[in-house]
């Protein structure tokens, strides 16, 4: 039988190793089998998030998400980065360093 620790230890060497297809699909495996075999309750977080979006300014984008859930929100503008992504890299870069705080 494989140990929980033995399995941490392949996640972590997989984790420190160069990014791969293959050490990607190890990594899964192993996360795969270490929950598996070794599921541990899930630790409750408890987060201070709104359940509705507050009304932040007067564009229409913000008028848009007014009052309306911050979770689907995300969503849509998850879509919309990744179409961004795949038109226009430059721009998907740019706003990715603005979040990122790097600018």
Known sequence: MITKREI???IRECEDAPVSYQ?????AT???IR?????????EHSYDV???VD???DSEFMQAIAGRDPAEMWSVMDELMEAVYVTNPRLYESVMR?????I
Not at 35 to 43: A, G, K, N, Q, R
Not at 98 to 102: I, T
């Open 23 to 27: 050490n990607c699909e190890k990594l």
């Open 98 to 102: 603005k979040l990122k705080g790097q």
């Open 30 to 32: 192993f996360y795969t």
């Open 50 to 52: 709104p359940q509705i």
């Open 55 to 57: 009304d932040y300014g």
């Open 8 to 10: 941490d230890g392949a």
């Open 35 to 43: 929950d598996h075999l070794y599921e541990e309750t899930p630790v």
